[in-house]
């Protein structure tokens, strides 16, 4: 069965505590990516890995940290920093390489929720 | 960088008739538009994309159009049914590196299919 998988379903963290969602896919995709989505919002890129070893901010990091030590892992932690972390968090990946975009595909989400 | 705007956030339509949803995006550098369909607690999925260097694109009941002069995109779902109901994005690439490779997606806000029986 090839695809995205996002864990847990559903997160809930209290005030203060970092909490860390795992993404992992077995499309031997090289870019993988973070969205966080709000009620009623579109999707907005938290942070974006081109390769292993290598990640970039997106338009969204502060209170975010990621870490790409395996080409199917992209685990977001949530840190206490991130002021408004109650959110729908999706991760994505795409084939990457090469000078065409690349069609993303998307994991089933993470709902985390600040008590 | 890169703003797109879509319309109309709430679309209600019959069974059987047809939906258009409408982008504007600002950068003319993207070049690829993708078309997602979310349901209720889920991730979204690709339902059809386009690329700049063509106008029109169709995949059964479902179509895209770009006029690129004018920066505009458009999702055409004819035939309508029930389990069209779902919210769609529309979105515009963003090349992140200069060099090609990832690039980011910028999302526009979402249109709420109803499709009544």
């Known amino acids: 069965d090839g695809g995205i998988t996002q864990s847990p379903k559903y997160l809930f963290r209290k005030e203060g505590q970092n909490v860390t969602l795992s993404c992992e896919q077995n499309?031997?995709?090289?870019?993988m990516y973070w969205y966080r989505q709000d009620p009623g919002q579109g999707l907005r890129l938290i942070y974006y890995?081109?390769?292993?070893?290598?990640?970039q901010k997106g338009d969204i990091a502060e209170g975010y940290s990621v870490s790409r030590e395996k080409k199917e892992s992209f685990p977001l932690t949530v840190t206490s920093a991130q002021k408004n972390p109650t959110a729908f968090y999706l991760c994505?990946?795409?084939?990457?390489?090469?000078?065409?975009?690349?069609?993303?595909?998307f994991g089933p989400g993470t709902r985390l929720t600040v008590l | 960088g890169e703003n797109v705007e879509q319309h109309p956030s709430t679309l209600s339509v019959q069974e059987g008739d047809s939906a258009v949803i409408k982008c504007t995006y600002s950068?003319?550098?993207?070049?690829?538009f993708p078309w997602y369909k979310q349901e209720l607690g889920k991730g979204p999925q690709l339902i059809i994309d386009?690329?700049?260097?063509?106008g029109e694109k169709k995949d059964q009941r479902i179509a895209v159009t770009l006029n690129k002069t004018a920066k505009h995109f458009s999702l055409h779902i004819t035939e309508t049914q029930p389990e069209d109901s779902a919210v769609y994005f529309c979105?515009?690439?963003?090349?992140?590196?200069?060099?090609?490779?990832?690039?980011?997606?910028?999302f526009g806000k979402g249109t709420h299919l109803i499709i009544q029986p």
């Open positions: 994505a990946s795409s084939i990457s390489g090469g000078a065409v975009t690349d069609t993303q595909y």
């Open positions: 499309l031997n995709h090289d870019a």
């Open positions: 890995s081109q390769i292993v070893n290598d990640f």
């Open positions: 950068d003319s550098a993207s070049n690829y």
């Open positions: 386009i690329r700049s260097n063509v």
């Open positions: 979105a515009a690439s963003r090349p992140l590196y200069s060099g090609g490779g990832a690039d980011g997606l910028t």
